[in-house]
């Protein structure tokens, strides 16, 4: 396995739309690895490929809570999110069902630093293939239900600071061309 390098915005890898995944090879099984240990290392909950220059469609997702060893915890999950075996490799992940609204405070690897709140469906269904290539279909809430559309709009080319005011995603992109990015991160938050 290897470390990968994040790359943050304003990279225009990131505002590309990645393609389906046709077949789930050992290259694709190797990228998902790969993604999980940048991911873990980060630390953040969740990394889609394009965040590592790779235009395709897949995610990688551990929204577990952990104990202060840094053991994963079920305190604070939801019952769907429980139902869950963890970590997730999502490939050509879609939403198919949405319900109702959920405010998240959001972060995000590839904006290290900014947090703001994102309104997004509040239930989910997202069918995916895993790493072996079967179809898994995912009914969720709380932060994972967030974190999957969070990670699918990357695939999309779309980071959660343009889902803010217009205002707002203009006042943020123009102080990071700027500044550039803090030195420190923020571990409280939900990295995305
Ligand atoms: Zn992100």
């Known amino acids: 396995m290897a470390l990968l390098e ?16 046709e077949q789930v090879t050992p290259a694709i099984v190797k990228l998902a690895k790969d993604m999980l240990e940048t991911m873990y290392e980060a630390p953040g909950v969740g990394l889609a490929a394009p965040q590592v220059g790779e235009l395709v469609r897949m995610i990688v997702i551990d929204t577990r ?30 939403v198919t069902k949405k319900e109702g609204k959920i405010k998240w405070e959001e972060g995000c690897l590839s904006v290290p630093g900014y947090v703001d709140g994102v309104e997004r469906a509040k239930l989910i269904e997202c069918r995916a293939w895993n790493e072996k290539g079967e179809e898994v279909v995912i009914k969720t ?6 974190c999957i559309q969070h990670e699918i ?3 999309d080319g779309k980071l959660f600071i343009e889902r803010l005011s217009t205002i707002k995603t203009a006042m943020i992109k123009n102080k990071i061309k700027k500044h550039g990015y803090p030195d420190k991160k923020d571990k409280n938050e939900d990295v995305l």
Request: charged share 25%.
């Open 6 to 21: 994040v790359l943050t915005y304003p990279n225009p890898i990131l505002k590309r739309k990645s393609v389906k995944i």
């Open 65 to 94: 809570p952990t104990d202060d060893d840094g053991k994963p915890i079920t305190e604070g999950m939801t019952e769907l999110e429980q139902k869950v075996s963890y970590p997730l490799i999502l490939i050509n992940p879609e």
């Open 141 to 146: 809430d709380g932060l994972l239900a967030v």
């Open 153 to 155: 709009d990357h695939l």
